[in-house]
């Protein structure tokens, strides 16, 4: 079935570059600038949780290490030992650089073999207007994608069935292995749970301005809303919500 939408009223999001798509068919429903290249800022840690999920198991145990970068982080201490689950928590919930750079520095070779690993698994997923230098979306000049692309990455993310748990979460306590160091983690995603939102990603750096990726349950299929470079995340996404809302219909094709 073909999904439909009807625009006849388009609403005006601040946002760049905007898009609507729906998740099995990859079909976009509304687009704006779709294919403008912006920083991915903290929405990369996507690419980073899947990445990870190909080569970690959820109880694995990592070792965090310095240095640690800047900005939210979760506060890991140097040789704190974390399951893999944990900093997947972490990392999409308050979104901590520590614990993308972590999970990064614990694969085979470490943080380069890894950032190659996302760059691959981008091609494999036809990501073509998008690149990675970082695991956790710090580097303004080497990461970027397009409303497009993103949309795309947090379709194929939804499908992953413990990716769509974590992102799902308003709140999750975790500790380390030895419960030593106990963290109460909250989700930045104030539109979680209205609208059937469930997912996806915050996002936001000075020079990629405020992104936020959304995935929404609408007539039991999964639609992605993405926005780049707004000027108030949530208030675009709550008009291309409404957009969406009870104005999808799918058709029959018939060949």
């Known amino acids: 079935k073909m999904p439909m939408i009807k625009t006849d009223f388009v609403p005006m999001v601040s946002a760049t570059g905007a898009i609507i798509m729906d998740a099995d068919s990859k079909v976009v429903l509304y687009s704006k600038n779709p294919d403008i290249r912006s920083s991915t800022a903290s929405t990369i840690k996507i690419m980073t949780a899947l990445t990870a999920l190909d080569y970690f198991g959820l109880s694995d145990v990592l070792t965090a290490k310095k240095p640690f970068p800047e900005g939210s982080v979760l506060g890991l201490v140097d040789s704190e030992k974390i399951t893999f689950e944990n900093l997947l928590y972490a990392m999409l919930l308050p979104s901590a650089n520590d614990a993308a750079v972590t999970i990064a520095g614990n694969y085979s070779g470490g943080q380069e073999p890894f ?3 996302m760059n691959d698994k981008a091609k ?5 207007n998008t690149h990675y230098s970082d695991s956790a979306g710090l580097a303004d000049e080497g ?8 949309a795309r990455l947090a379709s194929f ?6 990716v769509r748990k974590i992102v799902g979460t308003k709140e999750k306590v975790i500790s380390d292995v030895s419960n030593t ?3 109460d983690l909250k989700n930045l995603n104030v539109l979680l749970g209205i609208d059937g939102v469930n997912g996806v990603k915050t996002g936001y750096t000075e020079e990629a301005g405020q992104v936020l990726v959304t995935s929404k349950d609408e007539k039991g299929k999964t639609i992605i809303i993405v926005v780049m470079g707004s000027g108030d995340r949530f208030s675009d996404t709550q ?3 409404d957009l969406v809302s009870n104005n999808l219909t799918y058709l029959s094709i018939h060949p």
């Open 124 to 128: 494999v997923l036809k990501l073509f």
């Open 143 to 150: 990461d970027y994608t397009t409303p497009f692309d993103l």
């Open 115 to 117: 950032i190659k690993a």
């Open 239 to 241: 008009k291309l919500l």
């Open 181 to 183: 160091y106990v963290y």
């Open 157 to 162: 993310a939804m499908q992953n069935a413990e």
